[in-house]
């Protein structure tokens, strides 16, 4: 499934084209702290997308929330800002799945989940993020026979639990012998596509505060879908263990 947002050189206005979006990220905003069972303790749901450049990099976030006291949607980019700076708000938000959104909106009284492409016209507050040109990290040209390099760093905000990291280690298994872990990593993995090869790992960051997924990408051919579904997919796995992405950075 490919990112939306192509065509644009970093720098420039993200442009819209007419390759599938992925899905929304959903989120429970709960009364108190907690993430183990949170359901019956729901105040509110929030909807975020990012927008990227054309090789994947975040270019800013759009988000919508709604509880049933308020009046309809509401957009706020610095509300999407706290739920990823502000500790106490950090600890009411959980990540979801779209099921679970739809089955919390009914039971709090908001009906049928309105479709995303509904979802996507309550994006009122656009959060854009600064232009950085890719840093350089690693050796430039790819090996032989393959034509390009890149390396992505997704940051995350919240916490993984032991047991967290046990089942993503056990998801990722790699599907290639030499996909040693880097060091310091917690989780590693990897996967061939065509000829076009994925390694990422998991780590922490900023003096154990984050998370991050490191992904180096191998193409062989002009594989942008792949690389953009690949992208997502495995940051939405990391969503579906408790963490918030924050950005995604291209370091080449």
């Known amino acids: 499934m490919a990112v939306g947002q192509l065509g644009a050189e970093p720098g420039t206005t993200v442009v ?21 069972d949170p359901i019956g303790e729901v105040e509110g749901i ?9 090789d994947f990099s975040a270019a800013g976030l759009d988000s919508a929330g709604w509880t049933p006291s308020g009046d309809g949607w509401w957009s706020s980019a610095s509300f999407s800002r706290g739920m990823r700076t502000d500790p106490a708000l950090l600890a ?12 919390v909106h009914r039971k709090l009284g908001g009906g049928q989940l309105p479709v995303e492409a509904v979802l996507r016209t309550y994006f009122r507050d656009h959060q854009p993020f600064p232009n950085v040109p890719p840093l350089r990290l ?47 990593s917690v989780v590693a ?4 596509k065509d000829g076009d090869r ?16 490191d992904l180096t990408v191998l193409l062989k051919s002009n594989a942008s879908q792949a ?14 263990h408790g963490l918030i992405p924050v950005t995604t950075e291209r370091f080449s």
């Open 138 to 184: 690693g050796p430039a040209q790819p090996p032989t026979g393959l034509h390009e390099r890149r390396v992505f760093r997704v940051l995350f905000a919240k916490d993984l639990r032991e047991e967290q990291v046990a089942n993503l280690r056990a998801v990722w298994q790699p599907t290639v012998d030499d996909a040693a872990p880097a060091p310091g």
């Open 227 to 240: 690389l953009g579904s690949t992208l997502y997919d495995l940051t939405n796995v990391l969503r579906q």
């Open 189 to 192: 993995g990897a996967l061939d």
């Open 46 to 54: 929030v909807v975020e997308e990012f927008t990227r450049h054309h």
């Open 16 to 36: 819209e084209v007419s390759e599938p979006r992925p899905p929304l990220d959903y989120y429970l905003l709960l009364t108190k702290p907690g993430d183990r």
């Open 198 to 213: 994925f390694t990422w790992d998991v780590r922490r960051v900023g003096r154990g505060l984050a998370w991050s997924l």
């Open 92 to 103: 009411r938000v959980v990540p979801t799945s779209r099921s679970t959104a739809e089955d």
